[in-house]
């Protein structure tokens, strides 16, 4: 069965500081990744996706993320963190079109960001 | 890409009565979905939006309780009902672009914010 696995619920940075959250995924053909992050009180908004290619992708706000297919890994990384990006963090499979498009969301992993 | 609006934006009901929610997409989708967003959790799918056809229900979920319609390619309505306070939640609507076979990208709507009493 497809899963997705963010071990860490919260984790806590000081701002300035490099930020790492981890997403491991179960998935037999394909995946495509994203990483979601969802602000108090507001919608989802992509941050990046990963379809194929260069496995290092870049997205918004200074954040990247790295597909490792050995590890069956999505990590999410930002080099400094600034405080506005305290927020939840979703990482997400999607199925693709022999899946319906539909999307598997992890946990979710809170980012607290201490000054 | 996609603008998604939903109404309403947030409501509070009583127990037992029904919400209809709707979502409007600014251009024609090939897929459209609703999400649930139970407090401090992660979203999980409720069902496909099918057009002109019942909606394809994700396990757990029941069309009794959710009953949802689709009957353009722009336009969905989900309807939470007999609710109970274990229905408060935030109901998403997403859809996604696809070109062909290809798996362009997946966006959400604002969301619609339900407390039950």
């Known amino acids: 069965a497809q899963s997705v696995t963010q071990p860490d619920i919260h984790i806590t940075v000081s701002e300035g500081a490099s930020l790492e959250l981890r997403c491991n995924y179960s998935?037999?053909?394909?995946?495509?990744l994203f990483w979601y992050v969802q602000s108090p009180g507001q919608g989802l908004q992509l941050l990046l996706k990963?379809?194929?290619?260069?496995?290092l992708v870049q997205g918004i706000k200074g954040f990247e993320a790295e597909f490792k297919r050995s590890q069956s890994s999505f990590n999410l990384r930002k080099p400094s963190v600034h405080w506005s990006d305290a927020a939840e963090y979703f990482c997400?499979?999607?199925?693709?079109?022999?899946?319906?498009?539909?999307?598997?969301f992890g946990a979710g992993t809170r980012l607290f960001v201490k000054a | 890409s996609a603008v998604i609006s939903q109404k309403p934006s947030r409501d509070i009901c009583q127990r037992g009565t029904s919400l209809t929610i709707q979502c409007q997409v600014d251009?024609?989708?090939?897929?459209m979905f609703w999400y649930r967003q139970q407090p401090g959790q992660s979203l999980t799918l409720i069902a496909t939006?099918?057009?002109?056809?019942?909606?394809?229900?994700e396990s757990g979920f029941v069309i009794d309780k959710f009953p949802i319609s689709r009957p353009n390619l722009t336009f969905s309505t989900l309807t939470v009902s007999n609710m109970s306070p274990e229905d408060s939640s935030i109901y998403l609507c997403?859809?996604?672009?696809?070109?062909?076979?290809?798996?362009?990208?997946?966006?959400f709507g604002p969301g619609t914010r339900l407390t039950v009493l």
């Open positions: 990963y379809f194929s290619g260069d496995t």
């Open positions: 998935y037999g053909a394909t995946p495509y």
């Open positions: 997403s859809v996604v672009v696809a070109g062909g076979i290809s798996y362009n990208e997946q966006f």
């Open positions: 997400a499979v999607g199925r693709g079109p022999t899946g319906g498009f539909k999307t598997i």
């Open positions: 939006a099918n057009q002109g056809s019942e909606a394809t229900y």
């Open positions: 251009s024609q989708v090939t897929m």
